[in-house]
């Protein structure tokens, strides 16, 4: 059972659009994290959201943290080819102890 | 600096051979994490490391063998793997294993069993 939610599974646009990703959840957490990967390279780390509404921007990124922590979107404005890559959202429940809860991502292919 | 390092890269081995993955941080951070991840699947936690310390085994089999030599140091050592067991092999740190601490990741070993 994934307890993380993240849609879409596949998003393929051109540069220049916008997208938007989500990461759901019935349970709720006490962070949130938002990693990007490309092929045989691991995870990094674009963002750590912890308050309820809380909203962060990283230049055309933008991530939010639903009011009541259990879910959580990415924006992303103008995409760019080098915004290619597989979008994982992770999310640390207060009884976790360092297990942090994996969506299934999203692979995003932006084309020039 | 938020840089996790693993070594080796790439590594081939045979169902009968001992080999053993490495990871070093230096950022004091005192969890340290083991994932094993398919293509185009999030990865899977393996096991947790906090002060040096196993904390938590994710039912891992046998052949997988933890090691933390130091708060530094993290090991993997392999044995009598499975051909299933080809994976990106992710080692990750954090300040604490406590929540709400985000984990690093480094680069991954590419592991294929033949």
């Known amino acids: 059972t994934q307890l993380l939610e993240q849609s879409p599974q596949f998003l393929s646009i051109q540069e220049g659009e916008n997208l938007t990703v989500y990461c759901n959840s019935s349970s709720v957490f006490s962070s949130l994290q938002w990693y990007r990967q490309e092929p045989g390279e691991g995870p990094v780390l674009l963002v750590t959201?912890?308050?309820?509404?809380e909203v962060k921007k990283l230049k055309r990124l933008t991530f939010q943290f639903g009011d009541a922590r259990k879910d959580s979107s990415l924006h992303i404005t103008a995409a760019q080819p080098g915004d290619t890559g597989l979008y994982l959202c992770a999310g640390a429940r207060a009884d976790s102890w360092g297990k942090l809860q994996f969506g299934a991502g999203t692979q995003v292919v932006v084309t020039p | 600096d938020t840089e996790v390092t693993q070594t080796p890269k790439h590594l081939v081995m045979g169902m009968t051979n001992k080999k053993s993955l490495k990871c070093e941080q230096h950022?004091?951070?005192?969890?340290m994490y083991w994932y094993k991840q398919k293509a185009k699947k999030p990865p899977e936690l393996m096991f947790v490391y906090s002060y040096e310390k196993l904390s938590i085994n994710e039912s891992v089999p046998s052949r997988f063998s933890p090691e933390c030599p130091n708060s530094s140091l993290l090991n993997l050592h392999l044995h009598a793997l499975q051909p299933e067991d080809s994976a990106l092999y992710l080692c990750?740190?954090?300040?604490?294993?406590?929540?709400?601490?985000?984990?690093?990741f480094g680069p991954g070993t590419r592991l294929t069993v033949t």
């Open positions: 990750a740190s954090s300040l604490t294993s406590g929540r709400g601490y985000e984990q690093y």
């Open positions: 950022m004091g951070h005192r969890a």
């Open positions: 959201v912890v308050t309820g509404g």
